[in-house]
């Protein structure tokens, strides 16, 4: 009996709604448009955490595995805060179920020679048969090839504008000089395997990658500055940072969040951008109901006065005046929903290119995430924002005297 009174009650506000149809269909595009607004911000937001959080993991890997002080001061000489027996280490750490992959890297810094100009450098040991193959196309490269552990000598790869200022291309010779673990300059004579461009200006004007071996010779050691570990999925990173920390409790485990200071930075903006849009929106369409309800209430006011003297409680005209309101937003946010879902998966079958961001020199493709539990909750918000609207508004004329309603004009 009470859901045939629920349905009665919606099915009157369902059809106050359809009284002027004109005012109602701009309330219901308005709160579409809105609607559909939001949901393409935050799927776009969204989209955005999630590439930045695949290439900063894809970066560093999952985990990064090493000394404290790596983390938390600067070393004086190179690997001055390295791992020893990495190999071993890494052996172990393959031994976990959850990971895929342990990449050892070196990092390190100096010049590098042409024989006529020297540029400063900054450097990066891989093991490049696992490394290339694990991460992916994480670079682009322009001449050449990627290095090989095969080499019959010391090899590096270049970054674009770092190779158009030595003038270098594949097969030329270069000399990298650095500062050992001792303190003492060394220098190695090296041939340029490719040129390659990570997509951001200014990294490709100092970066250069050779294979671990080279890297160690040229800095006297056996170190290597980091383990990056890979895990096979992105929401085994917390448990797995546990249960490593507590088997290897002298050596410091962060996470690839706790390295990728960019991700963060955009993150922290983009809650502030579209926090403030989604909130904008959301009090647009909040007036927009409230002055729709309003000018439906006055209109009717000497029949609420009527309805009151049949007997009608005021609690029953405030339900039904709720319900008109969250039908009016509900449709709406249905409608921008479908709106919304319609251009996601369109940008999906046509790629759309955007234009490069500051500091890059390459565009990304332009998607929107279709987060079910990113539409439940605007859906939610907007039927609850327009109900209580109309409550607020019609509260008033539902408790006015019924004289006073009756001899309303």
């Known amino acids: 009996m009470k859901i045939d009174v629920n349905f009665m009650w919606l099915k009157f506000a369902l059809q106050n709604t359809l009284r002027n149809r004109r005012r109602s269909l701009v309330t219901v595009s308005i709160a579409a448009l809105g609607t559909a607004g939001i949901l393409l911000a935050g799927g776009f937001a969204l989209f955005t955490y999630e590439s930045l959080a695949e290439a900063a993991a894809r970066d560093s890997g999952h985990l990064v595995l090493g000394q404290p002080d790596h983390f938390a001061k600067d070393e004086e000489t190179p690997l001055q805060h390295g791992l020893d027996q990495a190999a071993d280490l890494r052996t172990q750490l393959l031994l976990d179920p959850a990971v895929r992959a342990v990449l050892p890297r070196v990092e390190f810094s100096g010049l590098i020679s042409n024989g006529d100009k020297s540029i400063v450098m900054i450097g990066l040991g891989v093991e490049p048969d696992s490394e290339f193959s694990v991460k992916g196309p994480f670079l682009t490269v322009k001449q050449g090839g990627v290095l090989a552990s095969d080499a019959k000598g010391p090899e590096v790869m270049l970054g674009e504008a770092l190779a158009r200022n030595l003038k270098a291309k594949p097969g030329s010779s270069l000399t990298l000089l650095a500062s050992t673990t001792d303190g003492a300059l060394n220098a190695l004579d090296v041939r340029v395997k490719a040129v390659f461009a990570t997509g951001t200006p200014e990294i490709d004007k100092r970066l250069v990658y050779t294979d671990i071996a080279t890297a160690q010779k040229l800095l006297h050691t056996q170190r290597v500055s980091s383990l990056g570990i890979f895990l096979a999925r992105m929401d085994l990173t917390t448990p797995t940072q546990a249960r490593l920390a507590a088997a290897y409790p002298k050596l410091a485990l962060q996470t690839w969040e706790d390295q990728a200071f960019f991700y963060k930075s955009v993150r922290d903006l983009y809650n502030r951008i579209f926090g ?134």
């Open 276 to 409: 403030a849009l989604g909130l904008i929106i959301g009090v647009i369409v909040v007036f927009v109901v409230t002055n729709a309800m309003s000018m439906a209430i006055i209109e009717r006011t000497r029949e609420i006065g009527t309805l009151r003297a049949l007997g009608t409680l005021p609690g029953q005209l405030l339900t039904t005046l709720s319900l008109e309101g969250m039908v009016l937003g509900g449709v709406g946010a249905l409608a921008g929903s479908l709106i919304a879902l319609a251009v996601s998966v369109f940008l999906l079958i046509v790629p759309v290119e955007m234009p490069p961001p500051p500091g890059r020199s390459v565009g990304y493709p332009l998607n929107i995430s279709i987060e079910p539990t990113l539409y439940l909750a605007t859906l939610a918000c907007m039927i609850a924002l327009t109900m209580a609207a109309s409550a607020w508004v019609a509260r008033r004329t539902v408790h006015m005297p019924v004289v006073d309603a009756l001899a309303h004009t």
